[in-house]
Nanobody, 119 residues
């Protein structure tokens, strides 16, 4: 049973930085794509960034390019999202998701971690 556990969220001032983590367990992730999504109150969940577990190819939403960096630590089965130059509009619950590379949709999700950016 694949489990994803996010951590590292919190309150940060605008312009600040924060790194959130997603610890994965219960599966062989070599052929998985790991993604970060976020959902602000009253809004739909949106894609932030993704990374292929093998090779490390990364993908970013336009708003994340240049500010956010996704990475993974194979030894720890952990995926990170380093966020810099944070803005109040980045405030959301950030979710970690996983899907096998053959699937179109993410089918494993963590519980989410709250990121709040104050102005």
């Amino acid at each position: 049973q694949v489990q994803l556990v996010e951590s590292g969220g919190g309150l940060v001032q605008a312009g600040g930085s924060l790194r959130i983590s997603c610890a994965a367990s219960g599966g062989d992730f070599l052929r998985y794509i790991m993604g970060w999504f976020r959902q602000a109150p009253g809004k739909e969940r949106q894609f932030v960034a993704a990374i292929r577990w093998d090779g490390g190819t990364t993908y970013y939403a336009d708003f994340a390019k240049g500010r956010f960096t996704i990475s993974r630590d194979n030894a720890k089965d952990t995926v990170y999202l380093q966020m810099t130059s944070l803005k109040p509009e980045d405030t959301a619950v950030y979710y970690c998701g996983a899907r096998h590379e053959r699937l179109a949709n993410y089918n494993y999700w963590g519980q989410g971690t709250q990121v709040t950016v104050s102005s």
